[in-house]
């Protein structure tokens, strides 16, 4: 079956941006049958919308579905709203079940629902053997993409997925079974280096087809920057290349050096500077890193999950607090952790004395509100 191109992909998951009233919406259905946009090209047969209500009352969702001419081919564009944002990038986390029954953000649960009945509409006597289905979305768009194409997959679509700088929706679980179900070949995640909303939400969500890196996009600076994440930004950065041209990131095992990295930080290198994408980056996969090799993380983090409404900051420093009680390697990595933590927030300092949980508490409520500020500013 087809896939888009990256200027395609990007073009539709562009284009759900100009709908936000009735008016817009007939001329998105103009633009549809004059194909003046190149990416609209061949897609007719009348396209259908949908606006969908979150559980907060709250507008959360539109899409659009459109036919490709005879090729039996559809498109599902999805855009997410400003409630969304608040949502995930508030310090207290709920989480829900995704179709298939993984553990997922309860706001782009939510999401999701409210258009689930518009898009089981437009394909309710669509022939699913026949058909591919391109699912695509931007930032929270993005998010509520891959829950659309979760949910078209169980129905026996052929579906193919397109994000740019999507945020993180479910657990390991969830992104293993998205890689096993749709296949990594038909997930083409996009994301620039330094995009603050791919980053986010933080532990214990991590990014779709995370077995794979996707395609990570080159950005002007070395700094975690809002501009990174704006849709005009991801069409310029993937230009005129196929999906081979793209620059793919290294698809290396997350934590196969991780142990020796954190060796350096606590010997005062690492490389850490002020801010820096890469920086945040390489910090989260170590945080991710120490977290599993402490043996009490798989019952609190059952734990945590089934409890409803947490604040991430509290649980991450109770678990990281019971590897220092280990003692050994242990609480050494988590010493090391926090001073990579400390030196990304442009505080030096080369070694931690005495660690208590107010501590780490303490600085990861500082972490954590930098990043979500990043966020918050990349949205509006």
């Not at 997350?254 to 390489?282: H, P, Y």
């Amino acid at each position: 079956m087809n896939k888009l191109t990256p200027k395609q992909a990007a073009q539709l998951a562009n284009e759900v941006y100009n709908v936000r009233d009735e008016r817009d919406w007939l001329d998105t259905k103009e633009r549809y049958s004059q194909t003046t946009v190149p990416a609209l090209s061949g897609f007719q047969l009348n396209p259908t919308r949908g606006v969908g209500q979150s559980g907060w009352g709250q507008k959360s969702g539109f899409v659009y579905m459109a036919q490709r001419g005879v090729a039996n081919e559809h498109v599902v564009a999805i855009r997410g709203t400003a409630s969304l944002a608040d949502v995930i990038t508030d310090a207290r986390v709920s989480f829900a079940h995704s179709p298939s029954g993984y553990v997922v953000h309860r706001g782009f649960s939510l999401g999701f629902e409210s258009i689930k009945s518009s898009i089981d509409s437009y394909f309710e006597n669509i022939n699913s053997s026949q058909s591919t289905v391109h699912v695509l979305g931007h930032s929270l768009g993005g998010a509520l993409a891959c829950l659309s194409a979760e949910h078209l997959k169980n129905k026996k679509y052929n579906v193919k997925l397109y994000t740019f700088g999507c945020p993180r929706v479910g657990n390991t679980s969830y992104s293993n079974y998205l890689d096993k179900s749709i296949g990594v070949k038909n997930i083409y995640r996009v994301y620039h280096e330094a995009d603050p909303v791919s980053m986010i939400p933080l532990y214990p969500f991590v990014p779709v087809s995370c077995s794979d890196m996707g395609h990570q996009l080159a950005w002007r600076g070395y700094c975690i920057s809002p501009a990174a994440h704006k849709m005009d930004n991801y069409i310029t950065s993937v230009g005129e290349s196929n999906w081979q041209g793209l620059m793919s990131a290294n698809n290396l095992d997350f934590f196969g050096a991780m142990d020796k990295w954190l060796e350096q930080v606590g010997n005062g290198g690492g490389n850490i500077t002020m801010f820096s994408s890469s920086c945040l980056r390489q910090i989260l996969k170590g945080l991710n890193w120490v977290l599993s090799s402490i043996g009490t993380i798989g019952a609190v983090t059952t734990q945590f999950i089934g409890s409803g409404a947490v604040i991430v900051a509290d649980v991450l420093a109770y678990i990281l607090y019971q590897g220092v009680l280990l003692g050994g390697t242990i609480a050494k990595y988590v010493q090391h952790i926090l001073v990579a933590i400390m030196k990304f927030l442009g505080r030096a300092v080369e070694d931690i004395g005495n660690v208590t949980v107010y501590f780490i508490r303490y600085i990861l409520d500082i972490f954590f509100r930098i990043i979500s500020n990043f966020a918050r500013q990349s949205f509006f």
